[in-house]
């Protein structure tokens, strides 16, 4: 089993880094979103702090790289890079599944290699809610989290994916119940993570009431699951699964949207995830409500190239945040918070039709000077 799954994960990454996996037909509802430019910012941009504090923990600014990857000797350079980059960055990030390192100890250096290059970070622990549900308990939830000295727990769902894999897991039944108990034992913070196929305020709301401190939307439009396993269902001529993947390629809540129905709907930390690809996309996350906003496979890309690579891609996307906060005149992120934005096209009639308040957005800049 061990060995399966440590195949299967090399093969995520394989796949993610040779091939287009973003989504198709859908988009992250980012462009759907704007500003209302400031001509007047009365701000100076070298004076902006993109320091925000969350989790108990203090972030230089409120980027987090995504849960990635983790189980194999390809994995394990990734994290240390990866770790390297955060820690100097003084930002957070999460490892991939530990599942393979649940099953083979001698994994566990793959994902160990993250504390020790980052002893000051923010770290995510990361197990599956199907594990959960299929018999993993308190004890595997604190095994995950000594291995890396995590700060937090994430647990992921991904039913997309458990779908349309060949030997995808689709026992879900009493997840909830399950992150419950782990939320209510665990002396650190739970954070429930999607997939790539976002979380609607139904869910959010359970979550949050049975204990969740912490929602990452990982919403559609950027990197699909299904995709990735549409290719491991190619190589390996199982048309049945390419099928499922082809189809189902484009499932799920856009990211913006996921957004603002899970913040409307609960008052714990929101980090936001999915096809965040720029410093604006990361404004625009934030000002919707998000904590933190979180970036995966553009930090992929260049984990693979190296530490140099990774360093350049993070502090753009800094500088992007940094600019669109002077735009906007926000000085912190509480300020981002608070400026009006302006919701349109397909974005603001999912909202609508679902019951969400659109204009609390662009009316909350007019008390302003």
């Known amino acids: 089993m061990a060995e ?34 400031r001509a007047l910012p009365e701000i100076n941009k070298d004076g902006i702090n993109l320091s925000t504090k969350i989790f108990n923990h203090k972030f230089s600014a409120p ?28 930002l957070g990030m999460g ?27 923010f770290l995510m622990a990361n197990i599956g809610g199907i594990q959960l549900a299929k018999g993993y308990s308190i004890k595997e939830a604190r095994k995950a989290i000594e291995m890396i000295d995590a700060d937090a727990l994430a647990i992921h769902l991904n039913p997309l994916q458990e779908a349309v894999q060949p030997e995808g897991e689709t026992s879900f039944k009493g997840v909830l119940e399950k992150v419950g108990e782990i939320a209510k034992e665990l002396d650190k913070p739970v954070i429930v993570k999607e997939t790539g196929a976002g ?11 049975v204990g969740v401190e912490g929602i990452d939307v990982s919403g ?10 549409y290719y491991r269902a190619k190589n390996k001529r199982n048309s049945y699964n390419c099928r499922l993947g082809e189809v189902f390629w484009d499932w799920g809540i856009p990211t913006a949207v996921s957004i603002v129905e899970v913040t409307q709907a609960v008052s714990i930390p929101i980090i936001a995830s999915g096809g965040v690809r720029s410093g604006l ?18 930090v992929l890309q260049t984990a693979i190239e190296g530490v140099r690579e990774t360093k350049k891609v993070l502090h753009m996307l800094i500088e992007e945040l940094r600019n ?3 735009l906007v005149g926000a000085e912190n992120a509480q300020q981002l918070h608070k400026v009006p934005l302006v919701i349109v096209g397909k974005t603001a009639e999912w909202l609508r039709l679902r019951g969400f308040n659109l204009e609390v957005y662009a009316r909350r800049g007019e008390s302003q000077p």
């Open 281 to 298: 996309d990361a404004a625009k996350a934030l000002s919707l409500g998000a904590s933190l906003v979180a970036i995966a496979q553009p």
């Open 95 to 121: 490892v991939g599944s530990q599942r393979a390192a649940l099953e083979d100890q001698r994994l566990e250096k793959t994902f160990a290699v993250v504390r020790k290059r980052a002893p000051t970070a």
């Open 220 to 229: 559609a439009g950027g990197t699909s699951f299904a995709a990735v396993e």
């Open 199 to 209: 979380i609607a305020a139904e869910e959010a709301k359970k979550l949050e009431a």
């Open 324 to 326: 669109a906060m002077f």
């Open 63 to 90: 980027i987090i790289v995504s849960a990635i990857t983790g189980g194999t000797s390809e994995a394990r350079k990734i994290n240390a890079t990866i770790a390297t980059v955060v820690e100097e960055f003084g």
């Open 4 to 37: 399966k799954t440590k195949q299967r994960k090399a093969n995520h990454i394989r796949i993610a880094a040779t091939h287009n996996v973003q989504a198709k037909n859908i988009t992250t509802g980012f462009e759907d979103v704007y500003f209302v430019h």
